[in-house]
């Protein structure tokens, strides 16, 4: 394979595995808020236990999330210098203020979190708590930004550089901030964390009673992120929908990939296919004119096809077509298991059907393969542009990386990470088997 290859192979890589720890420590502190503040309103030391059970396991997500995420940093040197030449300008603001604002707000505040349950206040811990919960969703609205900024650029001018080169210069930063793209994809961001935080909480939860160990403990909490889990799966069905929206006015070509519509004019929505794109057909099972009508609200509404874009400038269309679809399918399936809990709830049976349970315990998977694969949509669905209509990706390489070098620092990383992913596994097995300062109860309630 050549250096590009390699290149988008090995930052695709790092950073697949380092978005399983974001939106866990996003949708877990929102979690941590909700325990803490039903302990300070009904004083029941049952929901302080709780807090203090996953406040553990956020430290561990938060530490591997830091380790994790220093590797990607530096492939923008490394692999990818043109790029950064390029949009330094842009992201350069952008990752400061990350910095500023968002990670040193959660770390600096996480101390308090993890040591100061007997040594402060609770309101005053609970105001770390939340600090901790603002700086994650903060952390992820300016990634988001510099990520959108890629897909929708704004606020921007190009200015020529010794050479030949040139790169974006910001001339506006809050059209930056505020790209056509940034609003809709942050929202949708937050409710995948939401996702992944309440069914790891429902998974470990589902767990315990299946065990019947830690029964009162495990309800409470179950209740809880059952709650989160409901609302923000509903809530993230809207957030995609409105961001595709504007990927169909914004990014014509990714929409027309992620539906496989070739032909320019009323689009039917695929529920599953396959897509021929040697003889540019889709096959599958399709809605006709729903596509129009979820992007225009008219079912005979042209929608732009893929005809409407050179070959060399179409994303790579049926791996496109498949991940977006298996992520809805995905976000479908998560709004029916949240949604059939709160009806077993409703009538008493939630405890007591233990085959949902066990759906509940593997479920924890579901919202982050949901997470990966609208990554891998959206980013793969923006090719051949690493920086939309403005820079190419095969363009964005840095000229003295040689594909063996880069080939040995992708063996070198794999081996690692699959050394922190076991670490991870199994000290978030140990704190989840012993972690747990309760007495474990005999019987449970109705």
């Keep these: ?258 539906e496989g519509h070739y032909t320019t004019g009323p689009a039917p929505l695929y529920l599953f296919g396959w897509v021929d794109e040697k003889n540019s057909q889709t096959h599958g099972v399709s809605i006709p004119g729903l596509l129009s009508y979820l992007v225009t609200g008219s079912t005979d509404a042209p929608v732009t096809g893929l005809d409407a874009f050179t070959p060399d400038k179409r994303p790579p269309i049926n791996f496109v077509f498949q991940t977006y679809h298996a992520m809805v399918a995905i976000g479908m399936t998560l709004i029916a298991v949240a949604w059939f809990g709160l009806f077993l709830w409703w009538r008493g049976l939630l405890w007591k059907t233990r085959w949902f349970l066990w759906v509940l315990v593997f479920s924890v998977l579901l919202p982050q393969a949901a997470n990966q694969l609208g990554w891998f949509s959206a980013e793969v669905g923006r090719q051949p542009y690493i920086v939309y209509n403005l820079m190419k990706t095969s363009d964005a390489l840095s000229k003295t990386v040689k594909a063996g070098e880069i080939l040995t620092s992708i063996i070198l990383f794999g081996f690692i990470y699959l050394l922190l992913g076991v670490l991870f596994i199994y000290l978030l097995n140990d704190k989840i088997q012993h972690g747990l300062h309760m007495k474990e109860e005999k019987g449970h309630r109705a």
């Excluded at 250096?3 to 380092?18: E, K, M, N, P, V």
């Excluded at 709780?50 to 492939?75: N, S």
């Excluded at 930004?145 to 650029?153: D, E, F, G, I, K």
């Design 1 to 258: 394979m050549d250096a590009l290859t390699l290149s988008r192979a090995q930052f695709g890589f790092t950073i697949a595995f380092h978005y399983i720890f974001p939106p866990l420590s996003i949708g877990l502190g929102l979690c941590l808020v909700a325990f803490e503040g039903f302990y300070l309103s009904t004083g029941k030391k049952l929901y302080l236990e709780i807090a203090r059970f996953y406040t553990r396991i956020f430290g561990l997500i938060f530490a591997m999330g830091v380790a994790t995420g220093i590797v990607m940093e530096f492939q923008f040197g490394t692999n990818w210098s043109s790029y950064s030449r390029f949009v330094g300008d842009v992201f350069g603001s952008a990752l400061a203020a990350e910095g500023i604002f968002a990670f040193f707000l959660e770390s600096g505040f996480l101390g308090l979190l993890l040591f100061g349950w007997d040594r402060i206040k609770p309101g005053t811990h609970f105001f770390a708590t939340l600090m901790v919960c603002l700086g994650a969703h903060f952390s992820a609205v300016w990634i988001v930004v510099a990520n959108s900024w890629q897909q929708t650029p704004a606020g921007y001018h190009l200015v020529g550089q010794p050479g030949g080169a040139i790169r974006a210069e910001v001339t506006d930063f809050w059209q930056v901030i505020f790209n056509p793209s940034t609003l809709d994809r942050l929202w949708h961001v937050f409710m995948g964390g939401w996702q992944a935080g309440s069914f790891a909480v429902l998974s470990v939860s589902a767990y315990f009673l299946l065990k019947k160990k830690n029964i009162e403990f495990a309800q409470t909490a179950l209740k809880i992120a059952l709650v989160i889990a409901a609302v923000a799966s509903l809530l993230q069905l809207f957030s995609g929908h409105e961001s595709a929206k504007v990927v169909s006015f914004t990014q014509p070509a990714k929409l027309a990939a992620y």
